[in-house]
């Protein structure tokens, strides 16, 4: 089974509360990121936690080890169930962020690589794959990596082994279902979901993966 995520990126609380509580029973998890919280705050998981569904902060945390600690620390202590970093900041950065995760029972997933084309002047020549192997060295649950190339899940499978490979881009950035379904844990969709004229019909549609 593949994990459906939304990716909640509307920046009204009372509507994301709202969409949210209306696709719960597609769901597995919701993801939280800057959009909504810069506007509704970080306690908007007070009112999300209604869903009964994990949420995952997605700041991808990029800082040295002391602050992403401090950020992580503020992230798990306001409820939140998992937390997305990037790796490119090296292994004691990501460190920080996973080391806090477990502390409060939480995970840490890892940017391997992101999904949008500007990605790759960056993300290539084994840069993802370095990140990934450093990700499973400091103990990360599980990393983020494009359904808009689903050949480089592939290669990232082959590195982490049973840890979790969650993956965005599905839909309104052109990855596909059917191909990511069978390679990753958990896909993440937003914008084909609340930006759907029927955004619960939409998250019902994306739900197939579970099965």
Request: with cysteine; glycine share 12%; hydrophobic share 40%.
């Given at each position: 089974?593949?994990?459906?995520?939304?990716?909640?990126?509307?920046?009204?609380?009372?509507?994301a509360?709202?969409?949210?509580?209306?696709?719960?029973?597609?769901?597995?998890?919701?993801?939280?990121?800057?959009?909504?919280?810069?506007?509704?705050?970080?306690?908007?998981?007070?009112?999300?936690?209604g869903?009964?569904?994990?949420?995952?902060?997605?700041?991808?945390?990029?800082?040295?080890?002391?602050?992403?600690?401090?950020?992580?620390?503020?992230?798990?202590?306001?409820?939140?169930?998992?937390?997305?970093?990037?790796?490119?900041?090296?292994?004691?950065?990501?460190?920080?962020?996973?080391?806090?995760?477990?502390?409060h029972?939480?995970?840490?997933?890892?940017?391997?690589?992101?999904?949008?084309?500007?990605?790759?002047?960056?993300?290539?020549?084994?840069?993802?794959?370095?990140?990934?192997?450093?990700?499973?060295?400091?103990?990360?649950?599980g990393i983020?990596?494009?359904?808009?190339?689903?050949?480089?899940?592939?290669?990232?499978?082959?590195?982490?082994?049973?840890?979790?490979?969650?993956?965005p881009g599905?839909?309104?950035?052109?990855?596909?279902?059917?191909?990511?379904?069978?390679?990753?844990?958990?896909?993440?969709?937003?914008?084909?979901?609340?930006?759907?004229?029927?955004?619960?019909?939409?998250?019902?549609?994306?739900?197939?993966?579970?099965?």
């Amino acid at each position: 089974m593949t994990e459906l995520i939304l990716a909640l990126d509307l920046t009204s609380g009372d509507e994301a509360v709202d969409l949210a509580t209306r696709c719960t029973p597609y769901l597995d998890a919701l993801k939280v990121g800057y959009p909504l919280v810069l506007r509704a705050g970080l306690d908007i998981s007070n009112r999300l936690s209604g869903t009964g569904l994990p949420l995952i902060a997605d700041f991808k945390v990029a800082d040295i080890p002391e602050t992403n600690r401090s950020i992580a620390g503020a992230v798990f202590s306001a409820g939140y169930s998992g937390i997305i970093c990037h790796g490119f900041t090296g292994a004691d950065a990501i460190r920080a962020c996973t080391e806090t995760a477990h502390d409060h029972g939480g995970e840490c997933y890892v940017v391997a690589e992101m999904s949008h084309p500007g990605a790759l002047e960056f993300f290539h020549e084994g840069t993802g794959e370095r990140i990934a192997r450093t990700a499973v060295g400091c103990g990360a649950d599980g990393i983020i990596a494009p359904a808009t190339r689903p050949e480089r899940i592939r290669v990232y499978r082959e590195i982490v082994g049973r840890r979790k490979i969650l993956s965005p881009g599905i839909g309104a950035q052109g990855g596909s279902l059917q191909e990511t379904a069978g390679l990753a844990d958990g896909i993440i969709v937003g914008r084909s979901i609340y930006a759907a004229p029927d955004p619960v019909g939409a998250a019902k549609q994306y739900s197939v993966v579970r099965r």
